[in-house]
Each structure stands twice: as C-alpha cells, then as structure tokens.
C-alpha cells in the first residue's frame, strides 16, 4: 500500500514568492496534519484537517493557510516568503481524529534565497 | 503548553552496547505518547504509542516504556543499522490532536 505521498519533493524560492505543497494521505486516512521540520528540531504542528475541515492551527503566521479537498488530499500555502520559511514540510496521515498514530510523508524541502 | 525534553542530544553506541534514551514531558491530559525513528533526509516512522503508565511495547530490538512524567526507548544489543534520529512526542488533551515533539536524540552505532 502506497504510504503518504508529497510533491515536489525539493523546492527552491526567493523572499516573497508564494509556495504551494501538497499531499496525499494514505488510502482511507481522513486526517491530515502538517509540520514544519528546521534542521536540528523537531516538527513542529501547524494544522490539522479532518473531513475538510480545520480542526487545529499552530502558532504559525496568517502568511500559512491550508485545505483538504474532498478526496482528503491536502495542500499547504505560504505566502510572502521569509529567509526563516526555510525548512522540511512534513505532512501526515491517520485514520481518524483520536490519539491514532499519525504516519509521516518524506515531505518537501524548501529553500529560500 | 505541552513539553518534550528528550536526552541525551546524541549518543555513540558500539554495535551489541545496550542502552536507554530518555523522553521527559509535561501535558495536560495525556491522549499519546508516540516514539518514531527519522533517517537522513525522510520523514519520521512510526514505531510505538504508549497511552498509559505501566506501558510498555517491543519491536525487535527496541522496548519503549511510559511512566508519568517520562518514557525510555530501550536498545537491547544495537546493530548499525539502527543509527538514526529517535523522536519522541506527545498528544494532550487539548482540542486538537496535534503531536508536540522533542528535539530527537541522533543515535550512532559503530560497528
């Protein structure tokens, strides 16, 4: 079975360009969650959907905004690009809204000259 | 505020040299505690959750246990191939089911 899949795998921007990432959840995974990874760290929470809608949002500026489509795929949108939105996107899966395990993509690294 | 504090940053292990990676953390009505191993340039795998003191899962050479306030992530016997960066994170009772992790600890087994 095919686990969560990202694109674009690497992406490179400059300051003030938007970005968009997207993501596929496991096959019947309703549940998608998005992090940010900085080198050195731990992901770090910036939302969460379940069956379209946001059910939870990090400390993250308005800059980030994300949606999940009927086939439970999601994309994550920053815009205005800051030196500091350099990092691993991570999205993952789980089945349901619950304390079920939450599976990980190999996510996008993107770069901000 | 949900915390996870893990030690040590990193350690060097000989290959059979048994050992424990320590998990501290403070939350406010524990749903999870979740263990997941990232390598080089990948997403984090999932490789346990822990909901209760008392606690304890194994998958090989690893045995995760849970108490109140931490977990241990035990290496009995490590081969190379388990160098890795182990992450630990918790899921409170907040309400969202977000994951709060800690910094990882990167583990080196030397063959």
């Known amino acids: 079975d095919a686990g969560v899949t990202q694109s674009p795998t690497h992406l490179i921007k400059t300051r003030g360009q938007h970005v968009t990432l997207r993501c596929s959840p496991i096959?019947?995974?309703?549940?998608v969650s998005w992090y940010q990874q900085v080198l050195g760290q731990g992901p770090q929470f910036i939302f969460q959907?379940?069956?379209?809608?946001?059910?939870g949002r990090g400390n993250f500026p308005d800059r980030f905004s994300a949606r999940q489509f009927p086939n439970y795929s999601s994309e994550l949108n920053v815009n205005a690009l800051l030196l500091g939105d350099s990092a691993l996107y991570l999205c993952?899966?789980?089945?349901?809204?619950?304390?079920?395990?939450?599976?990980f993509g190999d996510g996008t690294r993107l770069s901000i000259l | 505020e949900d915390q996870v504090t893990q030690s040590p940053e990193a350690l060097r292990l000989q290959e059979g040299e048994s050992s424990s990676l320590n998990c501290s953390y403070t939350?406010?009505?524990?749903?999870?505690l979740f263990w997941y191993r990232q390598d080089p340039g990948k997403g984090p795998e999932f490789l346990f959750t822990?909901?209760?003191a008392g606690e304890e899962k194994e998958k090989e050479r690893l045995k995760a246990t849970l108490t109140k306030k931490e977990s241990f992530l035990h290496i009995t016997a490590p081969k190379p191939e388990d160098s890795a960066t182990y992450l630990c994170?918790?899921?409170?009772?907040?309400?969202?089911?977000?994951?709060?992790f800690g910094k990882g600890t990167l583990l080196t087994v030397n063959p």
């Open positions: 994170a918790v899921q409170g009772g907040g309400s969202n089911y977000k994951l709060t």
């Open positions: 822990l909901y209760s």
């Open positions: 939350v406010s009505g524990l749903r999870g």
């Open positions: 993952a899966s789980s089945t349901l809204m619950g304390n079920q395990p939450q599976h």
């Open positions: 096959s019947g995974h309703k549940s």
């Open positions: 959907y379940y069956e379209k809608e946001e059910r």
